[in-house]
């Protein structure tokens, strides 16, 4: 049980985080490209790697906690594409290259697929 609640927590910090920061990028970006969500998944992802690297070094006693809580709770709110690029790093890191770019190609591929198919179903249903 303390796994999820760590894990809650620091998501709904990193939720909130992420919608302040949408806020406040939205405020000086008037232009229809998605600033504010590709600059969440590029900090998101850097920080990723900043604390994951941090913590295997300086805190490998309470690593799964801290990693509960951080890295899936907090940087899983703010972005999961951070969790996405862990995951792509780690399969390069072990070299699996074709696993790593089947992995790429078919999360974003299959994913804006599924986001379309959704549209498309609830475009077709009576309001």
Do not use: C, H, Q
Not at 4 to 22: D, K, N
Not at 42 to 51: D, E, K, P, Q, V
């Amino acid at each position: 049980m303390t796994g999820f609640v760590l894990v809650g927590v620091g998501g709904g910090i990193g939720a909130m985080i992420r919608y302040g920061f949408g806020m406040l990028v939205g405020r000086v970006w008037t232009m229809s490209f998605p600033l504010a969500t590709l600059l969440i998944n590029i900090l998101g992802s850097l920080a990723m790697g900043l604390f994951i690297g941090w913590l295997v070094k300086a805190m490998p006693a309470w690593a799964p906690e801290a990693r509960l809580f951080v890295a899936v709770g907090l940087f899983g709110g703010f972005t999961t594409f951070s969790s996405f690029s862990l995951d792509t790093i780690t399969l390069i890191e072990r070299g699996e290259l074709v696993s790593a770019g089947l992995y790429v190609a078919l999360s974003v591929a299959v994913s804006v697929l599924g986001l379309y198919l959704g549209l498309l179903i609830t475009r077709g249903m009576p309001a």
